[in-house]
């Protein structure tokens, strides 16, 4: 049974890991640090030591003694150099002279006097690294042998290793106390954004995850996936109300459709007149159906984003001009003005733009007492295209505004039953003008009228300004 390799055990093994090898790491080079320094001091002190020695040593060699009185001069200095060192040894000293020894009271170390002359050579003895080095110096025709060794490193190394161990022990706990606050800082957030997530489902969408530091990566995180929970929440919000909407705007029309058809099936069907008039009914209300089931299949095909828009250049103030001259042979009950019309060759879908645009003109209309005036202005900006559509209407009330393109919303609900309105015509405009990147927003004035403001930047192709 494998065990479970929790968060927890993961952050302690790695960041205990990480220490100690960066420990290692330092404590190796402090070593390497340390023995290349002491190396390098004793050798020097090595050699400072054969100087002064040879040097004494080529003074008796020039007064041209015996044998014998040149051995009472060596064993004299051996004796001189161990008053020196009692206090506290750093060198131990060798001189060979006529086959015979001497040595300070430190020497044990059998090494032959006569190999590696002028070098220097480690070893480790007993629990010791020793440097020694064999130095040759000619009297006549013997050969006097210096030979100089240290045994000093163990008494450094002990307080060394010593001192390694402590500032081991104190940052091992050091960074035991600052894991324990890692852990709070890493731990604690993920347990938050767990258990909120645990508890987030399609039907309770309400909760969200407790930033606790919002600076570092965790809490960019949380905020993230609260974001993600907040579209969630508004896309399921708007689909229960969408759902909700168009279910009570079918139910409408299919009652009307079945009051007609059961007063035709009681018998009202013999009387000509209220079958003509049944039938007429029928078919204005199956008209009515077909219009909101288009609506909410745009509708649909735009939040499943399988709306494509096909983009192409084309001549907008021929459009706008035809759709003003049809408009006005359709509606005869306003006077439609074309204020200004910019000539410009645009990139965006032309059918789209004329859904989007006779709707604005159709709902001007329903607004708009007979005799009154729609507008249209289209320009270009900076590149820019702008189109501006004013009616002299009823307007509406600042407190509306904000909701004129949400999907279903009617001002007038009794009104617009009559006028076939389902309210979604602005929020499919809307929908087009976002679909090209574009901007769209209103101003109106009660019982002054009402202004659509469209811009779509960027989609100039080429212009040339005529006044209409």
Known sequence: MTSKITLKRTIYKSYLSSILIILATIYAVLIFVFFNFEFRRIRSEINKTAFFIKKELEEVKTLNLTDQAIEQIISLKIDNFNKIQEAEPLKSLKITYNNKVYSTSHAYLFYPHNEKLGEFKSFYSQQNIIVIKNILIPFGDKNMYLQIYSEE??????????????????????????LRRIKKLVQQPISEITKAVKK????DLSQRIHIINPNNEL????????EMIGRLEVSFNSQNNFISNASHELRTPLAVIKGYADLLEAGAKVDPKMVDHG?????????????????????????????????EPFQISD??????????????????????NDSAIINLDKTLLLQALRELLKNSSKYTPDGGNISIESFIKKDSY???????????????LKFIFERFYIQDDSRNRQKNSFGLGLSIVKDIVKLH????????????????FIEFPDSVQKTKKIRS
């Open 200 to 203: 987030i489902n399609r039907y």
């Open 279 to 311: 039938i007429k009914e029928i078919l204005k209300e199956v008209k009515n159906m077909e219009n909101l089931l288009k609506q909410l299949l745009f509708l649909a095909r735009k939040e499943n984003e399988t709306l494509k828009n096909k983009i």
């Open 386 to 400: 702008h189109i501006i559509i004013r009616d002299t209407g009823k307007g509406i009330p600042e407190k509306n």
């Open 319 to 340: 459009l706008i001009s035809e759709l003003i001259e049809k408009q006005q042979l359709v509606d005869k009950n306003h006077i439609y003005t074309i204020i200004k």
């Open 153 to 178: 490193i163990r008494g450094d190394l002990g307080p060394l290793f010593r001192s390694l161990l402590v500032s081991l022990i104190f940052i091992v706990l050091a960074a035991l106390l600052a």
């Open 219 to 226: 809490g960019q995180i949380s905020i993230t996936i609260n």
């Open 437 to 452: 990147d574009g901007k769209i927003s209103v101003k109106s004035k009660v019982d002054k009228g009402t202004s659509i």
